[in-house]
């Protein structure tokens, strides 16, 4: 008579088999939150992790190669193309998914500062979320602080910026995310932006106009209720008056 035996496996173990973008997705969907495009999930991904998506993304472009009938094993210019785009998804034009929130070092404002400051214009890049084409432009931000607002470096607007912005977005979300996230590190009185963008959805294909842009702005607390600090913040903005 032949005895079988069973094996158990490790937690580990049985992990291997899994992709890693399922285990993340798992962990999102046992906490009830949501990885929409222009999500942050930093926070549901373990270490080492960055590197396994990577290369789980190489792999799935490879397929998306051979579907589109491209030789990528005699064609020299494309022998990488997979892995040269799994790296621009996941390490650059999609990092503000994956990482989280760069370090902003917060100071009081000792001398009770209560002027508009405004920032810009500040380089941004994107994607859109409905075809991936790059979105590049121009953020213009606006403070007016009062004596309990955080002050926070120039830099650190821009680098908080970046981060709302890589991902893949639609320009009137990115304005609103970009706006809740300054909002809670300053609590400022009044908080402004403005993005001028192009769209290469629109000028690579569609209509491919190359001239058409998309602005739109965001004005919170006092710029919302005073129309002649709304039209002194557009007034200093170049090009914008």
Sequence with gaps: MLMQTHTTMSP???DEGVPVSVRIRERLRAARKRFNANDNIADFMEPGEMEKLLDEVEEKMKGVLSSLVIDTEHDHNT????RRVAKMYV???FRGRY???PAITEFPNAEHLNELMIVGPITVRSACSHHFCPVIGKIWIGVLPNEHTNVIGLSKYARLA???MGRPQIQEEAVVQLADLIQHKTQPDGLAIVMQASHYCMA???VKDMDSKMINSVMRGVFLKDASLRREFLSLIPGKG
Excluded at 79 to 82: G, K, P, Y
Aim: charged share 25%; no cysteine.
């Design 91 to 93: 390490n650059e034009v």
């Design 162 to 164: 970046e981060w709302i």
């Design 204 to 206: 690579w294909r569609g």
């Design 12 to 14: 580990q173990e049985v």
């Design 99 to 101: 990482v989280s929130a």
């Design 79 to 82: 022998d990488q193309t997979a």
